[in-house]
């Protein structure tokens, strides 16, 4: 852990734990800016509990996630740095933790600060398999027919602690299955599985997928192992920490990781036709549903009115978006252009809405560009914390946005899925796609003919003004060379200098 590492470099302001907000993020998966109804009226997902959390907090236009793919996007929430300055790509089957052990993390502050901390649900960011591994353990090809390689169960000490996952990094508790579709399949608490896997994959012995397809890597499973279960139980665990919380005088900081709506796209049955999007709606829908009983929970609990709670998600709607366009009339990233993984603005502009008793007004509206990346800024403000220098070096204090007192002091955000992708530039109104094209993968069921969109004009980057199209249809790279100039010099700077304006002071006392 960080502080383990380095010398005190920060503390707290005399802040009494009994007056700090308990602090509930709510993470979703693949969700689109379109399929909340207080983004998109048209949509046909009823979202009944994040519109009225919307109503009673602040519903941000132009919030962004760091990456269009979860891990990348997981590891600059957590740590208020851009991914790309250290990793691209999703932490892949028993991979390493993406955290080095001296990088701040926001639960870590959070500790630092006197704050009781939770992980539950997905992780996605890496664990010390290594060190769990068996002597002479070694990987098999899977038995997915894609080459990919995987270990079998008789490879790991299952009675060991797995180390560096959650608990090394800033949480005093964590409960999950790490992720939905990757191994090992069985339920872990804090560091250690509940059940020995004994067996391999088999999606067989599921009930059947009601959209799509498993997309589950091969790899260890327990026995009678079910996704279905999956936020069933993380909703019914968070419920229960939210209660034994109410029973302590420390504040809480509880991070609920969704693994939906992303793939596979499994809604309980009672969820079944509960939207006219089909399975991927009904899923969303459940999803709606598990925030409403864990905000459910701190109302009963008595801390609804002091808790701070932040609803977004990793990135934008899956590939199987355009199927659904085309089938039921529903376009989950409208009014935007792109899909997870993509440059444009669907793939990492999402839902972003904070609720914050005492500082944000109810209803309230925010249009300034903000990301993902500054709530640990923004945090470490509320709490007096000195952030230390080289920590959270991509962070913004977004109090005065807030607070409504005036512009995002955020000017400019990068973005950048895959590094054969390139990057996407936003500064203003205007975006710098510095690629010839910002899609990871081309639309199809005729989605661009349908929305009007020109063909690809093959020029070497793209520049579009969002005030004028947000859909981002018309390339204006040629109509201004030297906007394209001026936007690839200032994203040159970020890239290589960071943001002069952030450095900071050590502020160890």
């Not at 933790?97 to 001296?102: L, N, P, Y």
Request: hydrophobic residues 35%; aromatic residues 12%.
């Amino acid at each position: 852990m960080f502080f383990a590492l380095l010398p005190i470099a920060s503390i707290n302001a005399e802040r009494p734990d009994q007056e700090k907000l308990n602090i509930l993020f709510l993470y979703a998966d693949d969700l689109g800016y379109g399929d909340l109804r207080c983004y998109n009226p048209e949509s046909k997902i009823p979202t009944p509990n994040l519109d009225r959390l919307a109503a009673e907090g602040m519903r941000f236009t132009d919030g962004h996630s760091s990456s269009g793919v979860c891990t990348p996007s997981r590891y600059a929430l957590l740590t208020g740095r851009y991914h790309w300055r250290k990793f691209y790509g999703i932490v892949k089957t028993f991979e390493e933790s993406v955290f080095d052990a001296e990088r701040l993390t926001l639960p870590e502050m959070l500790q630092e600060s006197g704050y009781s901390t939770a992980a539950i649900g997905k992780w996605h960011l890496g664990w010390g398999w290594k060190e769990y591994l068996k002597p002479g353990a070694e990987l098999i090809i899977s038995a997915d027919g894609r080459g990919r390689k995987t270990y079998a169960p008789d490879a790991f000490d299952w009675s060991k602690p797995i180390p560096d996952g959650p608990l090394a990094h800033g949480f005093d508790t964590y409960f999950g299955d790490t992720v939905i579709n990757f191994p090992p399949y069985a339920w872990i608490q804090n560091d250690r599985v509940l059940q020995i896997p004994d067996r391999m994959l088999d999606t067989s012995a599921f009930k059947p997928i009601k959209e799509g397809r498993w997309e589950c890597r091969q790899g260890p499973m327990v026995e009678g192992w079910d996704p279905y279960e999956n936020i069933p139980e993380t909703t019914r665990r968070g419920v229960e920490y939210i209660h034994q919380q109410a029973k302590h005088d420390k504040p809480f900081f509880l991070y609920f990781a969704f693994p939906s709506p992303h793939a596979p796209i499994i809604p309980n049955d009672r969820f079944d036709g509960s939207s006219d999007a089909g399975p991927y709606g009904d899923f969303v829908v459940e999803t709606d549903d598990s925030c409403g009983q864990l905000i459910k929970a701190l109302k009963e609990s008595g801390q609804y009115e002091n808790t701070i709670i932040f609803f977004s998600a990793d990135n934008g709607a899956e590939a199987y978006a355009y199927a659904r366009d085309k089938n039921f009339d529903h376009w989950s990233s409208q009014p935007l252009r792109g899909l997870k993984q993509d440059l444009y603005e669907g793939g990492h502009r999402v839902p972003f809405i904070i609720r914050w008793p005492g500082m944000v007004r109810e209803g309230a509206v925010g249009r300034g560009i903000v990301s993902q990346i500054d709530l640990i800024a923004t945090l470490a403000s509320y709490l007096d914390y000195g952030l230390p220098k080289g920590q959270a070096e991509d962070s913004h204090d977004l109090t005065p946005l807030l607070k409504e007192l005036g512009d995002s002091p955020r000017r400019a955000v990068v973005h950048s899925t895959w590094e054969r992708m390139g990057f996407g530039y936003r500064e203003g109104d205007w975006v710098l796609i510095d690629a010839a094209t910002g899609y990871a993968r081309k639309p199809t069921h005729g989605w661009e003919e349908r929305y009007g969109f020109l063909a690809d004009d093959d020029q070497p980057v793209e520049l579009y003004n969002l005030r004028e199209d947000i859909g981002q249809r018309f390339n204006l790279a040629k109509e201004y060379p030297e906007k394209v100039v001026e936007l690839k010099k200032a994203l040159e700077l970020v890239r290589n200098h960071g943001h002069p304006e952030l450095d900071r002071m050590d502020t160890a006392r």
